[in-house]
Every structure is written in C-alpha cells, then in structure tokens.
T-cell receptor, first 115, second 114 residues
Framework: ETGVTQTPRHLVMGMTNKKSLKCEQH?????MYWYKQSAKKPLELMFV???????ENNSVPSRFSPECPNSSHLFLHLHTLQPEDSALYLC??????????????FGPGTRLLVL | AQKITQTQPGMFVQEKEAVTLDCTYD???????LFWYKQPSSGEMIFLIY??????QNATEGRYSLNFQKARKSANLVISASQLGDSAMYFC???????????FGPGTSLSVIP
C-alpha cells in the first residue's frame, strides 16, 4: 500500500466503549499527526509526534490517548467518549515538523459516531 | 495571532470554466508556507499546491495555480478548466515558522455544474 492509511473507516461506539483508531504511513516520514474535523468547524490539531516523541498535545481531553510505537504507526485510543466527540478523525504525516515546505499527507479518515 | 480566512462558504462553477477560491491570511512572521488541500466527500484531504513566503513566482501544479499577493496577504487558488471531479471542499492552510504548526481555514465548498 502507498500513502497514509487509516482503519477503521467508520466506527460507531457507545459512551462506555473502548476502541482504537489506527494510522499507518508508507512514505518514510518522521512526523505524524491526529486531527479532528467536526461539522462546520476548521480542522483541529490534536497531537503531533516527531520521531516517535509526542511534541504537541493541543489541550485534548484525556479520554483521547495517542500512541506512537514507531515512525510508521500511530494510534488513537478512545474511552468513555461523549456524543460531541463524533467527528472525522484524520491522520497525517510529514517528513518532519519544521520547515517551510513540510507538506502533510493525509489519510482517508475515520468517521466516528458516539451514541 | 495566526489566522486563515476563506470568505466563500460555497461556490458554483460551470464545467470547463475557471474558478478562483479566495484565501487571506494573517501573520506577522516573514517565514511561512501556504498550502491548498482538496477534500472530496470521501473525507481524504488531498494536497494540491504549496507556496513559500519567499517564492517570487506563483506556484502552479497542472490545472491549479496559486495567485500569491504578499502585500495583500492573499493566496487565492485558481482552478482552470473545471471538471466534475473538482466538486469538493477546499481548504487553505498556513505553516508559520514561529508557530510551528499548520492552521487551516474553514474551507470553501465548490460545486461544478455540468
């Protein structure tokens, strides 16, 4: 596979469930990102990992827990979510996090519905 | 503060016509990069074009060109010869050296009419 992949593409979960979103990049990049895209709102950066180290936590509630075991894989563990957490969750990667032309390449996203 | 503004929530264009999507940005940094992404209904964000703040030439990628007017702080996307597959949300984004994050505008929904 090429580019950035995300699984699952769609997820429905109850507020007491625990689930995980997976992202994998096949681009040889060193930085990975989680974004949240809610209806009628701009993209919100959640987490940034650079060389497997978390470099950004954008005031995200603790019910979202990221994990980056290596530069190619990124997980977002979900537990006790709220209905307002329903959104499209996008993963992205870039060569690094700094530099004027650090284009981020995105995966197809996971559409999450919390009931 | 860093900010991206896209004033057109929705746009329509006839197939084969050109269309300009507006983007203005606000930053006091001298070093920044501007990006355009396309998001079809499937959800994936597709990178289209990049312009660096020090680039003197306007960026072009196939049917996409970026009309960069630094003094006016605008980075409009021009799509020539629109195709039905161009119907999507389009996001303008900016990376600023001192902020070290990419911020996205609210997006413009483009519909191409046959």
């Amino acid at each position: 596979e090429t580019g950035v992949t995300q699984t699952p593409r769609h997820l429905v979960m109850g507020m007491t469930n625990k689930k995980s979103l997976k992202c994998e990049q096949h681009l040889g990049h060193n930085a990975m990102y989680w974004y949240k895209q809610s209806a009628k709102k701009p993209l919100e950066l959640m987490f940034v990992y650079n060389f497997k180290e978390q470099t950004e936590n954008n005031s995200v509630p603790s019910r979202f827990s990221p994990e980056c075991p290596n530069s190619s894989h990124l997980f977002l563990h979900l537990h006790t979510l709220q209905p307002e957490d329903s959104a499209l969750y996008l993963c992205a990667s870039s060569q690094a996090t700094s530099g004027l032309q650090e284009t981020q390449y995105f995966g197809p996203g996971t559409r999450l519905l919390v009931l | 503060a860093q900010k991206i503004t896209q004033t057109q929530p929705g746009m329509f264009v006839q197939e084969k016509e050109a269309v300009t999507l507006d983007c203005t940005y606000d930053t006091s940094d001298q070093s920044y990069g501007l990006f355009w992404y396309k998001q079809p209904s499937s959800g994936e964000m597709i990178f289209l074009i990049y312009q660096g703040s020090y680039d003197e030439q306007n960026a072009t990628e196939g049917r996409y060109s970026l009309n960069f007017q630094k003094a006016r702080k605008s980075a409009n996307l021009v799509i020539s010869a629109s195709q039905l597959g161009d119907s999507a949300m389009y996001f303008c984004a900016m990376w600023v050296s001192s902020y070290d994050k990419v911020i996205f505008g609210p997006g413009t929904s483009l519909s191409v009419i046959p």
